[in-house]
């Protein structure tokens, strides 16, 4: 069972720079089709994708968080990170790490979230 | 971008009924759809992937059906570690994107 866990401060000032490291203990992210998103949830609401990053650093984003959103997978220390830059209080959100799953044998079998992180809450406020 | 919309939002069950959730895509999807539970406080776990292929662990009265734009997720027998929230994903084009989300309660 593969284990994720994010860290990183839960409390950032508006207009700075939100960084988030994806963990995965004792595991091993460097299989060259493994691909990991990040996922977040404001408060009392719904889920939103902000991007994907697979191994060989190719990556996508939300259009919506484009601009601001970079990731980057570091193999060596299994960890998978994120940062945000100039955050207002609509970043305020659990931010959620996951492994993208891959079925061959079935068609649309791909691109799903089989294993996410416990989440952690980060909060924009001055 | 390809919207999803989840009907109901809400629904309200007893323990024992048959449950269907509906997800509607605004554009074709073939079966790029998969279905996750959350419970306050947790992250989401998925349930189904591949419009109906149940994620390994998940119990056989989750089921999901559907195709192109219209898919449905049913609880055979709605038992009380069920009522929680649940969202349909699509996985067929960047951006990916969530429904709105179904929070099932307790009649």
């Known amino acids: 069972h593969l284990q994720l866990q994010e860290s990183g401060p839960g409390l950032v000032k508006p207009s700075e720079t939100l960084s988030l490291t994806c963990t995965v203990p004792g595991g091993s992210i460097s299989s060259s089709s493994d691909s990991w998103g990040w996922i977040r949830q404001p408060p009392g609401k719904g889920l939103e994708w902000i991007g994907t990053i697979y191994n060989s650093g190719t990556t996508f984003f939300n259009p919506s968080l484009q601009s601001r959103v970079t990731l980057s997978v570091d193999t060596s220390q299994n960890q998978i990170s994120l940062r945000l830059k100039s955050v207002t209080a609509a970043d305020t959100a659990v931010y959620y790490c996951?492994?993208?799953?891959?079925?061959?044998?079935?068609?649309?079998?791909?691109?799903?979230?089989?294993?996410w992180g416990q989440g952690t809450l980060v909060t924009v406020s001055s | 971008d390809i919207q999803l919309t989840q009907s109901p939002s809400f629904l309200s069950a007893s323990v024992g009924d048959r449950v269907t959730i509906t997800c509607r895509a605004s554009?074709?999807?073939?079966?790029?759809l998969s279905w996750y539970q959350q419970k306050p406080g947790k992250a989401p776990k998925l349930l189904i992937y591949a419009a109906s292929t149940l994620q390994s662990g998940v119990p056989s009265r989750f089921s999901g059906s559907g195709s192109e734009t219209e898919f449905t997720l049913t609880i055979s027998s709605l038992q009380p570690e069920d009522f929680a929230t649940y969202y349909c994903q699509q996985l067929n084009n960047y951006p990916l994107t969530f429904g709105g989300g179904t929070k099932v309660e307790i009649k």
């Open positions: 554009q074709v999807i073939s079966n790029y």
């Open positions: 996951a492994r993208h799953g891959l079925d061959t044998t079935v068609l649309g079998g791909e691109n799903y979230f089989d294993y």
